[in-house]
């Protein structure tokens, strides 16, 4: 994991702009958004289904850089007073606090912006229309099929009692999607795609994708701001429904484990290569932060 975060800073910062290009202001706060923090999971993911389908190291730094700047871009966003209103990320002042509202919105439009240039500005593939499928997966992982759909279905939620279903249908987009598309777009990158089965991959990246969210919930209800670097307990502060608030730790915990074993078990299906997805898949259930 420490290598590929490595891998991933290194071309983050890459292709971040630097501070001595105008304008300096934006591009400071677009790299304090970015850099030196984070678990980097959607990075991971991508590294490790590459690997399944030996894909080449450099072009899933451009992807996995691409998913990471999707996810910085959605946290300083969902930051902001309009949102969820918080002053801590990643164990410092959110990006709004640091820089200012203005600054933080235009540093996650020019950091989803810079996701699809990662993307699209070399050839990742031999195929051009897969590079160009790769990049709409993107885009809809992050829009309102996705990501910012689940956002807009979480904001309307607050202090609504939200049914099992329903809870799953809004985590599976708003955190889901972009982990499910963190996993195809690393099985993409392959040298020919026949050779791995991306359908199965798919399922596994569904439920590593709700797993995630699961036990975001549980570390919101029972963990430390000092652990977490950002503000806990905030769901119940805000009033929002979560697996918590539905079925209490317990059941949550439960539903995680269950979900963890699903996912290993899709794993198990692959003849070789998915030890490091396994590896991951652990963490990401078993996780303290
Ligand atoms: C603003 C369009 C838009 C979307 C925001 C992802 C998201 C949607 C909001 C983040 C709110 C949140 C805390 C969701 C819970 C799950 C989650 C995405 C946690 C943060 O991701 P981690 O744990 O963070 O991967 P690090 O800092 O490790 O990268």
Do not use: W
């Not at 590929?4 to 630097?18: I, K, N, T, W």
């Amino acid at each position: 994991m420490l290598e590929r975060q490595g891998r991933v800073e290194a071309a983050l910062d890459c292709l971040l702009p630097g501070v001595e290009h105008a304008p300096a202001r934006l591009h400071s706060a677009m790299r304090y958004a970015v850099l030196g923090g984070g678990k980097r999971v959607r990075p991971l993911l991508a590294y490790a289904a590459g690997e399944l389908v030996a894909a080449k190291p450099g072009h899933l730094d451009l992807v996995a850089s691409s998913l990471e700047l999707i996810h910085a871009y959605s946290l300083v966003h969902d930051d902001l007073p309009c949102m969820d209103n918080d002053r801590m990320r990643r164990g410092k002042p959110t990006v709004h606090v640091e820089y200012d509202e203005a600054t933080a919105l235009l540093v996650g439009d020019s950091l989803h912006s810079l996701a699809f240039q990662a993307l699209t500005d070399n050839a990742l593939v031999a195929d051009a229309t897969r590079q160009l499928a790769m990049a709409a997966t993107l885009a809809r992982a992050a829009g309102s099929s996705g990501m910012a759909g689940g956002q807009a279905i979480d904001l309307q939620s607050v202090g609504k009692r939200l049914s099992l279903p329903e809870l799953e249908f809004m985590h599976v987009h708003k955190t889901g999607a972009l982990i499910r598309a963190s996993v195809q777009l690393g099985a993409m990158c392959a040298d020919s795609l026949g050779a791995i089965d991306l359908e199965l991959l798919d399922r596994f990246g569904k439920l590593a994708g709700l797993g995630f969210q699961l036990v975001d919930d549980v570390l919101d209800a029972e963990s430390s701001t000092a652990t977490l670097g950002k503000t806990v307990g905030k769901d119940a502060m805000d009033n929002k429904p979560t697996y918590v608030t539905a079925v209490g730790v317990e059941r949550s915990r439960k539903l995680a484990s269950e979900l963890c074993e699903e996912a290993l078990a899709v794993l198990e299906q692959f003849p070789r290569g998915g030890e490091r997805l396994g590896d991951l898949t652990r963490f990401i259930f078993h996780r303290e932060f």
